[in-house]
């Protein structure tokens, strides 16, 4: 079965410490508490909500239609959205976004993490986990992640993982009310298959 017909609770992808899978309503109370903690650390390096947008972080209903529509991008391939767990509790999101098919196969690559959980590595396996999904399962060609310069935070993953820095994107993302520049990552099938090997021992256990 192709991964994007699979249901949301069978869809489990799995590194040495992480779970990934899709996240459901009922996961709504440990996603908001985490939320909720993390405000002031997270909306500096995400989109600016618009006033009459919903509050997800607050309110159930809206939490699960966010779920719902998540399932039904990945029903139709365009966006694969996950939580990670770590020891079986709520930590953070990845997700692949704008996934195009046709002659590019590629899409961008964007993850979070509770900042009492940063500092283990968490987020590197993460990367690698989806990656290997996106490549083995998807078949995509390329991945890129795009990062405001001064996220030092999130730039130290790509470091780590060795990921390829392609240049400085002018004004490429509405951040927090600003048009922020955005350092360009890339890593394609063929760089992922010279260095599947490692990342699997090191990050996948296998």
Not at 33 to 52: A, F
Not at 72 to 81: D, K, L
Request: net charge positive.
């Amino acid at each position: 079965m192709h991964p994007g017909k699979s249901s949301n609770l069978g869809l489990r992808l799995y590194g040495r410490r992480i779970v990934l899978r899709p996240l459901v309503a009922q996961d709504f109370a440990a996603w908001s508490e985490v939320r909720t903690r993390n405000g002031d650390w997270l909306t500096r390096w995400e989109p600016m909500r618009l006033p009459h947008q919903p509050d997800a972080e607050q309110n159930r209903e809206v939490f699960a239609a966010r779920c719902s529509a998540r399932e039904r991008e990945r029903h139709a391939g365009t966006q694969y959205s996950f939580g990670i767990f770590v020891d079986g509790a709520f930590a953070g999101e990845i997700n692949l976004n704008n996934v195009i098919r046709g002659a590019m196969q590629s899409a961008t690559l964007g993850y979070w993490i509770d900042r009492a959980r940063a500092g283990n590595s968490y987020m590197s396996e993460a990367v690698v986990v989806l990656a290997d999904f996106a490549f083995e399962e998807l078949n995509l060609h390329r991945l890129e992640v795009c990062i405001i310069p001064r996220n030092a935070n999130s730039r130290r993953v790509m470091e780590k993982l060795h990921i390829r820095e392609e240049g400085v994107a002018k004004r490429f993302l509405e951040i927090n009310g600003n048009w922020e520049d955005h350092v360009r990552y890339g890593i394609t099938v063929e760089e992922w298959h010279d260095r599947r090997n490692g990342y699997a021992s090191t990050w996948l256990g296998r």
